[in-house]
Nanobody, 115 residues
Framework: QVQLVESGGGLVQDGGSLRLSCAVS????????MRWYRQAPGKQRELVAT???????SYLDSVKDRFTTSRDNAENRVYLQMNSLKSNDTTVYYC?????????WGQGTQVTVSS
């Protein structure tokens, strides 16, 4: 059974930093594309960052130069380092693993940026 568990969210002041972590179990982590999404209440889920099996990355325009995603295949973890956080980054962040046959989600972690 594949499980994704996010951690690292919390309350931070405007301009601060947080590092989200997503631990993956029960699946073949190394070869899968990993994604970070976020979703505010009443809004569509938004793709924030992607990291592929070769550690190539892509980002939402509004987070480029502020957010960095990375992966540790030995630990089956993916990370999202978020710097220079802004109030409009406040929302729930989700980790996603995309395989050839399925898409798996974590439960989400709340990030709140206070101005």
């Amino acid at each position: 059974q594949v499980q994704l568990v996010e951690s690292g969210g919390g309350l931070v002041q405007d301009g601060g930093s947080l590092r989200l972590s997503c631990a993956v179990s029960g699946g073949i982590f190394d070869f899968n594309k990993m994604r970070w999404y976020r979703q505010a209440p009443g809004k569509q889920r938004e793709l924030v960052a992607t990291i592929n099996s070769g550690s190539g990355t892509s980002y939402l325009d509004s987070v480029k130069d502020r957010f960095t995603t990375s992966r540790d295949n030995a630990e089956n973890r993916v990370y999202l380092q978020m710097n220079s956080l802004k109030s409009n980054d406040t929302t729930v962040y989700y980790c996603n693993m995309l395989t050839k046959s399925a898409s798996y989600w974590g439960q989400g972690t709340q990030v709140t940026v206070s101005s």
